[in-house]
């Protein structure tokens, strides 16, 4: 018997409708706004939410779908229990694992058992993450600019929803695209780490949320010494055109 892997099961490049099972509300509504950005980008992708995996194979047996991503927090079937029933019915669909707490050995032993991809909470629930797991599975870039898009595409992408930080006068400190927290849902404690994971060039002494459009309040000390006014905005784009929203300050 041949110990070669399996073929990787691998949707058409058209895939048009996911199918999600998870029970975390937090997550059915950081993948819509996701879902929503790449509709924006004229791409037709749908989801199906399931909250059990009896309900995902009911609606595997009435419906077509492209890509399976099991939330492994489900309880009614394991995860891998799950795919083997789903292989049953769709023997080439493709599955990706979402995990709380995953490791490499707990990664190692999901992709043994039929999952082509894994992916940690704390990744599935960045906004740009139906994205990810599409470029993933289907080896392509998702989301192709037009012409009129492309000077916009080349400086940020417009899938993500980047913190940028900038001065009272609108001017741009520092920009990281890689900055994905959600400021409106994310707890303080997470907020506070990302913030100084992916700006450790900053001091952060405080920092507090403000209503959306409200003006810069607090002070933020910089290496320099100097302090300066700052806020970060969360730049939303849709068909190209910038949108923030000023959400947080930090000193």
């Known amino acids: 018997m041949s110990s070669k892997n399996p073929p990787r099961p691998r949707p058409s490049k058209s895939v048009q409708r996911i199918l999600l099972i998870t029970r975390r509300d937090e997550f059915c509504e950081r993948f819509a706004r ?5 509709r924006a980008r004229g791409l037709e992708i749908s989801a199906q939410v399931a909250p059990t995996a009896h309900a995902a194979l009911h609606h595997l047996e009435s419906h ?3 890509l399976l991503i099991v939330d492994c927090a489900v309880e009614d079937l394991s995860a891998p229990t799950l795919l083997r ?7 080439s669909m493709p599955a990706a694992a979402v995990v709380d707490g995953l490791d490499p050995m707990l990664r190692g032993s999901l992709r043994s058992q039929g999952f082509q991809a894994c992916f940690a909470l704390e990744e599935a629930l960045l906004v740009d993450f139906p994205r990810r797991i599409l470029e993933e599975f289907t080896d392509s870039s998702v989301g192709a600019t037009s012409n009129d898009e492309e000077d916009v595409s080349k400086t940020l992408d417009a899938l993500r929803e980047p ?7 609108g001017g741009i400190l520092h920009a990281n ?8 849902v994310d707890s303080d404690e997470v907020i ?3 913030l100084s994971e992916f700006f450790p060039e900053l001091s952060l002494r405080t920092w507090r949320r403000l209503e959306p459009g409200a003006g810069p309040l607090c002070e933020m000390k910089r ?4 302090r300066k006014t700052v806020e970060v905005r969360c730049l939303a ?4 055109k910038f949108a923030p929203r000023a959400l947080l300050v930090v000193g």
């Open 64 to 66: 077509n779908a492209g």
């Open 192 to 194: 506070h780490r990302r």
């Open 177 to 184: 695209p890689a900055f994905l927290a959600d400021l409106e």
């Open 34 to 38: 996701g879902l929503r950005a790449l």
């Open 85 to 91: 029933e789903v292989r049953r019915i769709h023997p």
């Open 163 to 169: 913190a940028i930080l900038v001065d009272s006068e």
């Open 237 to 240: 784009v849709t068909k190209g």
């Open 223 to 226: 290496p320099s010494g100097n």
